[in-house]
């Protein structure tokens, strides 16, 4: 699950989850479903930010990139948070 700064604007958004999605299938990593959920009021403020674009991508990926994937999510600025759970 991703949250995009709710400032980028949809466009941008949209934009930004397919360079995550590259990104995985750059690694080696197969998307299933990508599901994105549009701008939506934040519980609480993060940073500037209070409200955001939400996405749920269902990928697979060998366990061993996980840490790839995080460390390039990481250095984005337009990325909030982020969740990666496994699949059971």
């Known amino acids: 699950m991703t949250l995009t700064k709710g400032s980028l604007g949809e466009e941008n958004a949209q934009k930004f989850s397919k360079q995550i999605t590259q990104v995985i ?14 701008k939506r009021k ?6 500037q930010e209070k409200e955001g674009f939400y996405e749920v991508i269902l990928f697979e ?14 250095t984005n ?6 969740l990666v759970t496994a699949k059971s």
């Open 42 to 47: 934040l519980s609480y403020q993060i940073g």
């Open 61 to 74: 990926l060998d366990p061993e990139k996980i840490n790839n994937l995080k460390s390039k999510l990481n």
């Open 25 to 38: 299938t750059d690694l080696g990593g197969k998307i299933e479903t990508n599901d994105f959920w549009g």
């Open 77 to 82: 600025d337009n990325l909030v948070r982020y």
